[in-house]
């Protein structure tokens, strides 16, 4: 009788064993409710079994993190924590999480005391190294901390947990860009991994990269709809892109679940005044851009009135060079050949005397050769058309100290002003351009020319 008690008492551990193993590999695989079921029906098998006991209570704690609301996951660990530690006072599994638990309720020096213990009954443990970590974190312990998520990546490295923690604490310290390698080595350790689609969201949030942001934490609310950090961080995203209403929906889905929730109130109260901001920035802008507008296009006006007054200088001096010419050419024509005349008739007198008066060949040179040269250095000349260029490159500067200005109280926006900008760089070019064909042309300046300058925008009413 006793030999088949003795066998049947064995057929049971064994069977407990199988259910232990299949409820871990369910546990790995996230689904923490069946891996409970099945520790349950194990325990009912193998009652003083304490890895069992402590394995089902590590499902509970994860699946309380899960469900943050809900306070049964993490009082149901604790009484399976107790049955574990009373069985075996050095199961390090079951110590890890009584400090990790006492490390959630904010009691971190007592909870790394039983952290301290795990690894001193199995000092390759990473998930209790990684808890040492957390718990440093939380105590201001900053470098400790990492050297402790460097144990635990030591110990185990293909555990994505320290890599994504270690990350966080670069989060929390203001280093978000730093945080991104240990969370996409935690991706890389574990494709999909939860926490790790979650704090990276956080980190880009912070860097201002919302679109990507926006992308992992809807990943994240997907696989865990109900946690409430998922939902804040998605509200507070969500607002910093101006999607007000959808950011309030996310903050009163966690009133619902938390009414007292400070992170969520306070959501909805940033949500409001970043609408009210936006409102009045845009106000501010509006009223920015017509008085932009309407300065650009009195800078327009003046300048096609100050290139009509060069133009009239610049036509009587094309005319006086002409003139210029004219009698220039003339009279060295008639030097040149009355110097030939004497020459052939014999008077070669009067020619070496005018030869060699000081400068003579010089002045009969230049009143043949210099004439064309000093039309074309009236055509060309810089110091005259180059006034309306200067002119105009003073112009832009002043659009652009006046977009300064304005960006300095805030109301600044490139892309709302950038097209008056454009307007006055094309029309400075168009203005050379006209003037050169002027000279080359020798036609007079089209003043209409000048107001073909594309995209001058009126200022629009307010709607």
Known sequence: MTGAGNENNSEKKKRAE???EKG?????????????????????????????WSEKADALV????????????????????????????????????????????NQNAEGLQFIEQAIQADPTYADAWDNKANALSALGEIDKALEAYDQAIKADPDYPSPYCNKGVLFTRIDRDKESLEWFDKALQKKPGYANALLWKGVALSNLGEYEKAL???????????????????LGFTTADL?????????????????????????GKVYTEKS????YEYQEKLNKFQVNLIGAGQTLIDDSIKRLGEFYGEFDTGFKYALIKFVIQFILGIGIFFGGIVLYTTGTTALLSAIVSTTGGVTFIHSLI???????????TDFSQWMIAY?????????????????????????????????DLWNLSKNTIYIIEECCESNKPLDLKKLKMAEGVTEPQEKK
């Open 18 to 20: 199988e259910l232990f």
């Open 24 to 52: 871990k590999q369910l546990e790995n695989d996230e689904r923490y409710e069946e891996a409970v079921n099945l520790f349950d029906e194990a325990l009912n098998l193998d009652h003083e079994n304490d890895a069992i």
């Open 62 to 105: 994860l699946l309380g993190i899960i469900y943050t609301t809900d306070p049964r996951f993490f009082k149901e660990a604790c009484h399976s924590i107790e049955k574990a530690l009373r069985i075996n006072k050095n199961n390090a599994k079951a110590l890890n999480n009584k400090g990790y638990i006492l490390h959630r309720r």
């Open 215 to 233: 992308e992992l934490l809807s990943k994240y609310h997907t696989m865990r709809p109900q946690n409430k950090d998922g939902l804040i961080y």
């Open 242 to 266: 101006h999607r007000y209403a959808e950011a309030n929906e996310y903050f009163n889905s966690v009133l619902k679940i938390d009414p007292k929730n400070v992170s969520a109130r306070w």
């Open 275 to 278: 609408r009210k901001l936006e």
């Open 369 to 379: 050769r210099s004439s064309p040269y000093a039309i074309m250095k009236n055509r």
């Open 390 to 422: 200067t002119y105009w490159i003073h112009t832009l500067i002043d659009a652009n100290k006046q977009v300064a200005q304005q960006s300095c109280t805030g109301a600044g926006d490139w892309e709302k002003i950038k097209n008056v900008h454009k």
